[in-house]
């Protein structure tokens, strides 16, 4: 099974919710986040998956709603959050957003990122203050185009742009690690980015992930509860998953 971010905001909305697990066994961690994305179906989520970090400790969720769907975004977010109250005690919740996505290209010619389970995706992210979101936003586009087409294994790549917040990100679907691992030892990073990003006041954070879930994958000896039940049994914890 397949999972896909469209290079643009006319069909989907797509959010991330970052988590840090507390527990040493971060499978159990990541087969209970499966669960909990065969229950956001109810909430009419049309496809999702799992990121976890390769060499940090973070793990994203990914989910897409079709387009006014669900307009408001943030009761959407309090009752996403609700549902986790059962994984409470296994990871903090670091942050979860909605994202435009912007901009995209893929080596097929396609127009969206697709991805798969064992994929490997690497991301970057950068916030600023909110003056300087627009003109950040066209910087990393800029900065983008002259990229990808000669990041070599690159499959695809999609630009970001956060609803809530003045933030920016870039995804990659790499065909492999080894390719990544490439363009990041044989890239001259910083004289890449400076010409674009140098007049910003940044905060930047890269990661890369496994993708070790999507939507229609197996997830054995699990029922479903209906979101109303979940949200019977939600509780608010200041920085933790609700």
Known sequence: ?????????????????????????????VDTLKQFSLCTESLGCVQNSIFKSIHGNLIIWYGAWLKRSFENKELLSTTLISMLSNISSMAI???????????GESRDGSSAARFYTGDTVSMIAAVTSADEIDNLSYACLGLFKSRFLKMEGAAAGVCLRCQSKPRVACLYVWKSLQFCYSWIINCDQRKSMLPYLDQFSLDIKYDIYRVVYVSGDIVLNFQAPSSTQMLENGETKEGQVM
């Open 1 to 29: 099974m397949a999972c896909f971010m469209p290079f643009s905001n006319r069909n989907l909305d797509v959010c991330f919710f970052v988590f840090r697990p507390t527990v040493v066994l971060v499978d159990e961690f």
């Open 93 to 103: 919740l670091m942050d979860h957003s909605f994202f435009d996505a912007y901009a």
